[in-house]
T-cell receptor
Framework: AQSVTQLDSQVPVFEEAPVELRCNYS??????LFWYVQYPNQGLQLLLK??????LVKGINGFEAEFNKSQTSFHLRKPSVHISDTAEYFC????????????FGKGTKLSVIP | DGGITQSPKYLFRKEGQNVTLSCEQN?????MYWYRQDPGQGLRLIYY???????QKGDIAEGYSVSREKKESFPLTVTSAQKNPTAFYLC????????????FGEGSRLTVL
């Protein structure tokens, strides 16, 4: 069985400051990892994904994440946040190649303070 | 524009009533999903469908039912057997298995009075 742990439920950060949203996973099989963003009262949108290859993955809106197999982590980072980054962020992992099931973390609410 | 349309956006229901949430996609995706979102709980998979006329239970299927008679449509019925139906429901689709990208609708918020 898989699980995803997002270590912080809420992260406040000042505008133009850097931010890191933490995600750890557990899995007994090869993993494919994702970060999604949800703006208030909307659906989710893919930020980035790791399937294989380079462990540093770049996504939309200036976000990036690093896959660390030894630490079973996939932390999301942005060097300088904007007010428009205020949203909820979800880390997710698949059950393996060919799976139709994603396991989501409980989410981290990022609040950017002017 | 291609996308996923969920309706209604807001829905109120009395206890004991069944309610059906609509989900339509024009992305020509084979796979469709229903998730439930509760505050602080993330997303939990209710049902998913890989192809027309086929669907599988997710982690929390009890009290819900689905059908997949057309590729474009994947309605969800919340039955009176669902003990705590008040939640935000999200429909999604993907080209194939979930190593690709899931595309989400804007959600339907169900409140049981």
């Amino acid at each position: 069985a898989q699980s995803v742990t997002q270590l912080d439920s809420q992260v406040p950060v000042f505008e133009e400051a850097p931010v890191e949203l933490r995600c750890n996973y557990s899995s007994s099989v090869s993993v494919y990892l994702f970060w999604y963003v949800q703006y208030p009262n909307q659906g989710l949108q893919l930020l980035l994904k790791y399937l294989s290859g380079s462990t540093l993955v770049k996504g939309i809106n200036g976000f990036e994440a690093e896959f660390n197999k030894s630490q079973t982590s996939f932390h999301l980072r942005k060097p300088s946040v904007h007010i428009s980054d205020t949203a909820e962020y979800f880390c997710a992992v698949t059950h393996g190649a060919g799976s139709y099931q994603l396991t989501f973390g409980k989410g981290t609410k990022l609040s950017v303070i002017p | 524009d291609g996308g996923i349309t969920q309706s209604p956006k807001y829905l109120f229901r009395k206890e004991g009533q069944n309610v059906t949430l609509s989900c339509e996609q024009n992305l020509n995706h084979d796979a469709m999903y229903w998730y439930r979102q509760d505050p602080g709980q993330g997303l939990r998979l209710i049902y998913y469908s890989q192809i027309v006329n086929d669907f599988q239970k997710g982690d929390i299927a009890e009290g819900y039912s689905v059908s997949r008679e057309k590729k474009e449509s994947f309605p969800l019925t919340v039955t009176s057997a669902q003990k705590n139906p008040t939640a935000f429901y999200l429909c999604a689709s993907s080209i194939g298995p979930s190593v690709g990208e899931l595309f989400f609708g804007e959600g339907s918020r169900l409140t049981v009075l």
